[in-house]
Nanobody, 115 residues
Framework: QVHVVESGGGLVQPGGSLRLSCAAS????????MSWYRQPPGKERELVAS???????NYVDSVKGRFTISRDNGKRTVYLQMNSLKSEDTAVYYC?????????WGQGTQVTVSS
């Protein structure tokens, strides 16, 4: 049974930080590329960051220098460290796993950046 579960979301002030975690089970985690997507209120879901099975990373321009994606294959967990948060970072953040034709989504965790 496949499980992809996000945690770590919450309410933070502008300029603050959050660390999201995505715990995965039920598949060969080390083989998968892992990504974080987000969907702000009233907008479409977008890719925020990704890390492949060789630890190569990519980021959307709006988060470069502020967000860091990482993975711990031993813990079967991917992280998104978010610093210098802005109001426009407010969204539901989703964890996504992909290997070939196999794709798995988490249920999402809410991040709200507000004073």
């Amino acid at each position: 049974q496949v499980h992809v579960v996000e945690s770590g979301g919450g309410l933070v002030q502008p300029g603050g930080s959050l660390r999201l975690s995505c715990a995965a089970s039920g598949f060969t985690f080390v083989s998968y590329a892992m990504s974080w997507y987000r969907q702000p209120p009233g907008k479409e879901r977008e890719l925020v960051a990704s890390i492949n099975n060789g630890f190569s990373t990519n980021y959307v321009d709006s988060v470069k220098g502020r967000f860091t994606i990482s993975r711990d294959n031993g813990k079967r967990t991917v992280y998104l460290q978010m610093n210098s948060l802005k109001s426009e970072d407010t969204a539901v953040y989703y964890c996504y796993a992909e290997w070939g034709g196999l794709r798995f989504w988490g249920q999402g965790t809410q991040v709200t950046v507000s004073s």
